[in-house]
T-cell receptor, first 116, second 113 residues
Framework: QKEVEQDPGPLSVPEGAVVSLNCTYSNSAFQYFMWYRQYSRKGPELLMYTYSSGNKEDGRFTAQVDKSSKYISLFIRDSQPSDSATYLCAMSVPSYSGAGSYQLTFGKGTKLSVIP | KAGVTQTPRYLIKTRGQQVTLSCSPISGHRSVSWYQQTPGQGLQFLFEYFSETQRNKGNFPGRFSGRQFSNSRSEMNVSTLELGDSALYLC????????????FGPGTRLTVL
């Protein structure tokens, strides 16, 4: 079992729909949870990060973490064609070397298309 | 503020050759991490450097190496290239106190023939 599981999609929705993207994980040591957006031929762009269980909202985006279920979600409200991209979840755990160093583990990404 | 820059953007090499990729972090960022991205494996962590020291290393063979300079710029080197090394190599920088805020460059697309 991989440490982070993410449905690769593709996911296709009409403009204006609410999009739900999800990841599950197995490592209880994960402390920070992030969502990145990656457009074609670009590097990933950090959208949001959370530390504790609960919700965090930023504009049309809401990140949700449920540590007891080892499950994180990203909701996109009023989706736009410009939201069409691959969304990657990522989680960090302190590395073996300590010294404030963390290592990111990524899901494989979900490809989202928002149809006008 | 300028973002993370990576050079070159595209590279074509043949098996057995070696390659060096370069990354310039965001000004003020002291930590640089490298990742390999492929369609099959996704984003995989290679290594992290902070203040010219490798702090963390992923599960890659010794053919993959890196270094960081005093100005925080970083290079990664892949020796004896294999076909399976074809990938997008991404560099990310952070201030260094936690990996949760990592900012990625556009990547170097390496093709090994």
């Amino acid at each position: 079992q991989k440490e982070v599981e993410q449905d690769p999609g593709p996911l296709s929705v009409p403009e204006g729909a609410v999009v739900s993207l999800n990841c599950t994980y197995s490592n209880s040591a994960f402390q920070y949870f992030m969502w990145y957006r990656q457009y074609s031929r670009k590097g990933p762009e950090l959208l949001m990060y959370t530390y504790s269980s609960g919700n965090k909202e930023d504009g049309r985006f809401t990140a949700q973490v449920d540590k007891s279920s080892k499950y994180i979600s990203l909701f996109i409200r009023d989706s736009q064609p410009s939201d069409s991209a691959t969304y990657l979840c990522a989680m960090s755990v302190p590395s073996y070397s300590g010294a404030g160093s963390y290592q990111l583990t990524f899901g494989k990404g979900t490809k989202l298309s928002v149809i006008p | 503020k300028a973002g993370v820059t990576q050079t070159p953007r595209y590279l074509i090499k043949t098996r057995g050759q070696q390659v060096t990729l370069s990354c310039s972090p965001i000004s003020g960022h002291r930590s640089v991490s490298w990742y390999q991205q492929t369609p099959g494996q996704g984003l995989q962590f290679l290594f992290e450097y902070f203040s010219e020291t490798q702090r963390n290393k992923g599960n890659f063979p010794g053919r993959f190496s890196g270094r960081q300079f005093s100005n925080s710029r970083s290079e990664m080197n892949v020796s004896t290239l294999e076909l399976g090394d074809s990938a997008l190599y991404l560099c990310a920088s952070s201030k260094g106190q936690g990996a949760y805020e990592q900012f990625f460059g556009p990547g170097t697309r390496l093709t090994v023939l």
